[in-house]
């Protein structure tokens, strides 16, 4: 095998574990301009999270309530504290600004949900990936 090919393999070997990370799944929900808050959009998405599922860290346009629909989320906002898992039925805030450091699935085995709803400027990108 030549040192190149060697090169190659290896750098795929250690990408590995990042590729075959479950990732979310996000669906539409609902978009809707405020006609009482001209120039902010509200913006409802379902984040499904399969078995070990997670999102990398990022932040978000605008102000977000999140609210657990299925399963069990862990979540570390930078605004909010420590890593905490909630449950069907549980929220949280994430103000402008805050960076969502972890958002997973708390679960190895079953899947889990939350809705996600935005009130962001319109045309805003709801989700930017954070600079690892």
Known sequence: MTMRATMILSLLLLAAPALAQPKSEVKPVLSQALPNVPGQTLTAVLV????????GSHHHAGSVFAYVVSGHIRSQV?????????GPGESFF???GATHLISENASTSEPASLLAVFVAPDGATLTVPTAQ
């Open 48 to 55: 499904s999270y399969p078995p070990g599922g997670k999102s």
């Open 94 to 96: 994430e103000a402008p």
């Open 78 to 86: 930078s605004t909010l504290g420590p890593v905490k898992v909630y």
